[in-house]
């Protein structure tokens, strides 16, 4: 079964420094969404992504983030400075079309020292 | 107005039992109630998802039940087991995009 797949699975970084975070949605989807976990705590949304362009984001999502598809598979997560709060596992996921299920990646869990 | 509530916490069920995690909303706009399973190291894995034009889906061991003037719905896991422990999320969205999560129940079945 197809499945959304994200790179690195952990990554480590200090305080201040960019981050990217990878993901290969599946390939015949169309809508794209990052999502972060704070350890221990529920699943948050941040932003949906269609047709090359935001649809949807969060109060999370400011500034320090932003979203891009680079190519025809890979969608990733740019963190510009980091902070300690941005500790978390962050997950992408994909949706074939509007209204249907989101497929979610094993996620990324980014340590922010 | 966007939460979802989600309780219990924890919950520690026999093999055989039945597993109930319920679920509370306030926002009428939503019309889409997944629920996710998690693993440890995994990502969230669709379960089962209800709309409100019906009362209740079941899929295997597992059943949503849907209550629209109470703005609950809860899983039901029959027969559960060591298998089924895993942390179980609800969720709710006015369509299948901007999932709001509830905060997890973290499900242990002994055998």
């Known amino acids: 079964e197809p499945e959304v797949t994200q790179t690195p699975s952990h990554q480590v970084t200090q305080m201040g420094q960019e981050v990217i975070l990878r993901c290969v949605p599946i390939?015949?989807?169309?809508?794209f969404y990052w999502y972060r976990q704070i350890l221990g705590q529920k699943v948050e949304f941040l932003v949906s992504?269609?047709?090359?362009?935001?649809?949807?984001k969060s109060e999370i999502f400011d500034d320090q983030f932003s979203v891009e598809r680079p190519d025809g598979s890979n969608f990733t997560l740019k963190i510009r400075s980091t902070k300690l709060e941005d500790s978390a596992m962050y997950f992408c996921?994909?949706?074939?079309?509007?209204?249907?299920?989101?497929?979610f990646g094993n996620g990324t869990r980014l340590t922010v020292t | 107005q966007q939460q979802v509530k989600q309780s219990p916490q924890s919950l520690i069920v026999q093999k055989g039992g039945i597993s109930i995690i319920n679920c509370a909303y306030e926002?009428?706009?939503?019309?889409?109630f997944p629920w996710y399973q998690q693993f440890p190291g995994k990502g969230p894995a669709l379960l089962i998802a209800?709309?409100?034009?019906?009362s209740e889906k079941k899929e295997g061991r597992f059943t949503i039940s849907f209550n629209k003037s109470a703005k609950q719905f809860s899983l039901h896991i029959m027969d559960s087991q060591p298998g089924d422990s895993a942390t179980y999320f609800c969720?709710?969205?006015?369509?299948?995009?901007?999932?709001?999560f509830g905060t997890g129940t973290r499900l242990q079945v002994f055998p």
């Open positions: 969720a709710a969205s006015p369509n299948t995009d901007k999932l709001i």
């Open positions: 992504f269609y047709n090359n362009e935001i649809s949807e």
């Open positions: 390939s015949n989807h169309l809508y």
């Open positions: 209800i709309r409100p034009d019906v």
């Open positions: 996921a994909s949706s074939r079309q509007s209204n249907s299920p989101l497929h």
């Open positions: 926002n009428t706009a939503f019309d889409y």
